[in-house]
């Protein structure tokens, strides 16, 4: 009996902190009491301590995280949010990180997880967290919490069992990890919110904030300043097409009954600036940047992948009906979530910085002048 216990604890030496926790909090029905006590004091020589009661239900965040696999939460995240296999390491990392940490105080905070209710289309549809203060049952974003807090959070048993364990931590950690897989970054970037009303963003609250401050411009930001960027590159290329030969025009015309041609060939413009000016004039205009997470310039090659994702999923490729609905449907998650689609999945980094009122009266004259002019231009043709 000794010796198959000191084989046993040979055994469990060489095995992750992760797998030791699963096997006490998962797989706990395979061992003998005796095997899950040498698992726990295991635990506690490398320091884990807050890992033990793991027969009883799950009442916190924590708890949770500690009774699924990473395996089965990772197959959700790529299924449910179109996770990406080059950032799987990422949210390995921070679910490992989060086996690990000490919760904070936060006390009267509950998870919740639901379907968003899309008001546009009537419809249920994606995964939501959010966080219900169980004195006023006041509904608030829990985007920048740090993760210590997100430990503490308190969790209804009814919503999990409805939901699955692996799905809600799934949810859990990609609402988490929406400005980034490192804490003190996130910390950083609450920080630069609460100094700044510079940096604009969606649902975004403090740690010991208790007002909603809900800024809902960033989306149509967005969309003026590329709106801009089109007008004044579609100026500059019906410039150029009058040195093309006649065939060559015949052939651009052809296409653009299916596609516009320039919003293609703009794809590669924008992803040269980006990579040079880590900017569009439009851009500018509106005083964003794009951005790798640290802060350094794109590379021409993820500057066109970036690109390349908003004309075709942002845009719908220019093609009429199809544009309509990518434009409606960026709109709501970026409201929704803070972040595009693009963006999230190739981890690119979009600062904000503010507007003068130069900026304003430039923006104006562009939207609004060039399709005046355009009109008197047609009109003046038809005479």
Known sequence: MEKGNSLFKNYISGLKDERLIEILNIEYSEYTDEALSMVQEELHSRGLVNVIDCKREPNTVRDLILQVKFEDVQRILRREFHINKDVDENYKKVFHQLLSITPSNADG?????????????????????????????????????????????????????????????????????????????????????????????????????????????????????RTIDVMLFTIIFSFFLVYFPMKVLQLIARINYIMPITLFVWVLVEALLLSVWGKTPGKAIFGMTVSEMDGSKLSFSRALNRSASVWFFGMGCGINIIELIANITSYIRLSKKGITRWDQNGEYRIIHTKINTVNVIIAVIILVGIPILRYFEILLSKT
């Open 109 to 225: 905070i509950t998870i919740v997880m639901d379907k968003h209710y899309d008001e546009l289309t009537n419809t249920l549809s994606d995964w939501d967290i959010y966080g219900l203060d169980a004195r006023t049952e006041e509904k608030f974003s829990v985007d920048l919490y740090n993760w210590n807090d997100w430990m503490s959070f308190t969790i209804n048993l009814q919503n999990i069992n409805h939901v699955s364990k692996e799905l809600f931590i799934a949810c859990c950690l990609f609402k988490m990890t929406i400005y980034g897989f490192d804490s003190e970054e996130i910390k950083i970037k609450v920080n630069e919110i609460a100094s700044s009303t510079s940096m604009v963003s969606n649902d975004v609250y403090a740690t010991d904030n208790t007002d909603e401050s809900v800024i809902e411009v960033h989306a149509w930001m967005r969309f003026w300043a």
